[in-house]
């Protein structure tokens, strides 16, 4: 059966002769409320709100007034009353909720527009937690509840975009269905939202890292042309706390972000903010295909691009250090999709302006590797959350469990290898000469097989040279021998992977036998 209203059934219009106006962000309010004024609409307002209209001269009635109860408790009890809650909540329809309005005196109000106290701003800028507490509001999400509850005969607005909206339908002929009830779906996503930072930074502060009830939020960025595929649609929401990325970059120029840009440049930039010395990630479908460290980002990004021009192609490109006229000048000889960096110098972006579809994004910081955090992944009725993989090792973390020790070169290629590993889907091979990656493998379902594309991928690089002398990171323990074995095979002259599996001994042996150094972490790395 429909859930439909029949036509004849539906509310009328809405007709606004009563609102009440009570807002944090004064934002549009004098002009929104002139705007009510001029169309004979009494207005109900609020400490600095009624201020700001009686200073430009609009006609307003403070709440205090109209309920006959003074603001109380340094402000904490000012709207909760009968006659506020009253005007909001009464049904017209009902001759029941008509009688007892009248009977109490109470008016209806007609339209709403609140916004609540900077809450998550306050808790931004590093206050005390009696000044947090005190910018939680209770009336206003009180009142907007109310409100959106009763969406068929009240307008409530949480966003000044939406003021001019209302003012055409009224001078339409009344406030439709359609609208009324997509500002309250608004109203209870916002509130929603607003509860959501309450929860998280009072189980942060009691340190519960998985309540009972997990609470995501997030605020609409834009809707996206489509999703991973043309047939699926898709948008972009920031939420969360704030960390330097493409969530919270600065597009200087180029197309719009497409779904697969957001998730394969945030993938470039958390791994190239992994390296302290000057780092190129280029990074294609979420894998990286070249990533080096260097004297210079000019220097890092050939190297990096050296290791799998070709699935370099199209692909985003992160850098750790204010991006430089000279290495823009070489980016510009590749196709890439989206150019992300700390910060650009002018001329790295007048170089850049010159491919008009390319994407700069500049995030004015670094994300920070070692930073706590929460992974939230989607399924089928719920959500896996875990903790983001911040595990860094160094070299104090490393255990030799070969008779040869790695040489210093090797260590520095090792630890470099291994950061990149860590950014690799499992199951995940790196080969690395120099700080710089010569063959990736990626998502096998064999580690073997991740070893020998990786250093077929060498080969296809350096020629006959391929992965000779390089170092190898695997994300997790070698099985089986076979996987080593094939890293000897390529010319591996060590290896770095977790340890941990029931034929640890046995891998030990072949690499003994190879001559080969091998480290163990104690640290997985799956990505999935």
């Not at 005969?153 to 209302?166: G, H, I, S, W």
Request: glycine share 10%; hydrophobic share 40%.
């Amino acid at each position: 059966m429909s859930d439909q209203t029949p036509q004849a059934d539906r509310p009328a219009p809405v007709k606004v002769r009563r609102a009440l106006l009570s807002l944090y962000d004064k934002s549009g309010l004098v002009t929104f409320a002139r705007s009510l004024a001029a169309r004979d609409v009494e207005i109900l307002s609020t400490g600095g709100s009624a201020k700001a209209l009686r200073d430009a001269g609009i006609p307003v009635t403070e709440v205090s007034d109209y309920t006959g109860f003074p603001e109380i408790l340094d402000g904490r009890v000012k709207t909760l009353h009968p006659k506020i809650h009253g005007g909001l909540l009464g049904r017209r329809d009902l001759e029941s909720h008509r009688t007892a309005m009248e009977e109490h005196g109470i008016g209806p109000i007609d339209l709403l527009a609140v916004n609540l106290y900077p809450f998550r701003e306050t808790v931004a800028s590093g206050a005390g937690r009696a000044d947090c507490v005190e910018k939680i509001d209770i009336g206003g999400p009180a009142m907007l509840r109310a409100a959106a509850k009763n969406h068929d005969a009240v307008a409530v607005l949480t966003d000044p975009a939406d003021y001019d909206r209302v003012i055409e339908q009224m001078d339409g002929g009344g406030l439709q269905q359609d609208l009324l009830r997509e500002l309250a779906a608004k109203a209870f996503a916002h509130t929603a939202a607003y509860d959501s930072a309450v929860a998280g930074w009072m189980n942060a502060g009691q340190e519960v890292a998985f309540p009972p009830s997990l609470v995501l939020a997030g605020e609409l960025g834009e809707k996206l042309r489509y999703g991973e595929n043309p047939h699926q649609q898709a948008a972009f929401y920031g939420g969360g706390n704030r960390r330097p990325g493409v969530a919270t970059a600065r597009q200087l120029q180029g197309k719009a972000l497409s779904y697969n840009n957001y998730n394969d440049t945030d993938a470039a930039f958390e791994l190239v903010a992994e390296f302290d010395d000057p780092a190129v990630a280029i990074i294609k479908h979420a894998n990286p295909c070249g990533v080096a460290e260097g004297g210079s980002l000019k220097e890092a990004y050939a190297r990096a691009l050296a290791c799998d021009p070709v699935s370099a192609f199209g692909g985003i490109i992160a850098v750790n250090r204010p991006l430089d006229g000279e290495t823009a000048q070489e980016i510009t000889k590749l196709f890439a999709e989206v150019v992300i960096a700390p910060e650009a110098e002018a001329a790295a972006c007048d170089v850049l302006a010159e491919k008009k579809n390319l994407r700069l994004l500049l995030t004015d910081a670094l994300p920070d590797p070692a930073e706590p955090g929460l992974s939230v992944k989607s399924l089928s009725g719920g959500y896996l959350v875990q903790d983001r993989d911040s595990g860094c090792v160094g070299p104090s973390d490393l255990k030799t469990v070969t008779k040869r020790k790695p040489e210093a070169r090797e260590l520095s290629d090792l630890l470099f290898a291994f950061r990149v590993a860590k950014h690799v889907k499992s199951n995940a091979i790196v080969y690395a000469r120099d700080r710089a990656t010569v063959g990736i493998g990626a998502g096998q379902m064999s580690r073997v097989d991740s070893s020998r594309i990786a250093a077929s991928k060498a080969k296809d690089a350096f020629g006959e040279q391929g992965a000779k002398g390089a170092v190898v990171a695997s994300d997790a323990f070698f099985p089986f021998a076979d996987g080593l074995l094939a890293a000897v095979e390529a010319g591996a002259t060590a290896v770095i992977q977790p340890g941990g599996s029931m034929r640890d001994k046995e891998v030990i042996a072949a690499a003994d036998e190879a001559g080969i150094a091998m480290v163990f972490t104690g640290m997985r790395h799956f990505r999935h």
